[in-house]
C-alpha cells in the first residue's frame, strides 16, 4: 500500500509537471518549440534508465524509491533485471512517440492533457508490473 501511495505522489509530480507545461505554452508554436523538447528528455532518462537496469549485473530496484533486493533473494537476476529494463525502455519510447499526437489532436491542451495520462497510466501500470515481477523472482521473505 505504501508503494502505490509513493507512485500516486510521483504521478501527481507529473501532473504538476504537464499542468507547468500547459500554463507556459500558450500557443501551438510554443508547445512544439518548449513542450516537446522537455517532453523527448523525460522520456529519454527513461530509455537511459531501462538500458542501465538491462545491463545491470547487480539486483535493480523495483518500485519507485524503493531498495534494491538482496542478491540472494533474487532467483533469476537475469531475468528480473532484463524485464525492469525491458519496460523502462519502452514506456521511454511511447512517451517519445506520444508527442506525434500533435498530427492528429491540433490543440495544444488536449495534446497535453494525453501526454499527463501516458505519464501517470504507465506509472500505474508498473505498479501492478511490478508486483507481478517480485512475485514470480523474489523470495517470500522479500516480498
Known amino acids: 500500500m505504501i508503494k502505490i501511495i509513493k ?7 507529473f ?12 500557443t501551438l508554436f510554443e508547445y512544439l518549440h518548449v513542450g516537446i523538447p522537455l517532453h523527448l528528455i523525460t522520456s529519454g532518462v527513461f530509455i ?4 542501465s537496469q538491462f545491463l ?10 524503493e ?9 533469476d537476476l537475469n531475468a528480473w533485471n532484463q524485464k525492469h529494463g525491458i ?6 519510447v511511447v512517451l517519445s512517440g506520444s508527442f ?10 488536449v495534446a497535453a492533457m494525453i501526454h499527463t495520462v501516458i505519464y ?11 508486483d507481478k515481477l517480485k512475485k514470480a523472482y523474489l523470495c517470500s521473505e522479500k516480498i
Not at 507512485?7 to 509530480?13: C, D, E, M, P, S
Not at 519496460?87 to 521511454?92: C, K, L, M, Q
Not at 497510466?121 to 511490478?130: E, F, R
Open 15 to 26: 501532473l504538476i509537471f504537464a499542468c507547468y507545461l500547459i500554463r507556459i505554452n500558450e
Open 67 to 75: 531498495a534494491p533486493p538482496r542478491r540472494e533473494c533474487v532467483t
Open 7 to 13: 507512485n500516486i505522489l510521483w504521478a501527481f509530480f
Open 100 to 109: 506525434l499526437l500533435l498530427t492528429v489532436v491540433k490543440d495544444y491542451i
Open 48 to 51: 537511459g534508465l531501462g538500458i
Open 87 to 92: 519496460w523502462w525502455i519502452g514506456y521511454g
Open 56 to 65: 545491470r549485473k547487480k539486483p535493480v530496484r523495483g518500485g519507485i524509491l
Open 120 to 130: 501517470i497510466g504507465g506509472l500505474m501500470v508498473y505498479c501492478i508490473y511490478d
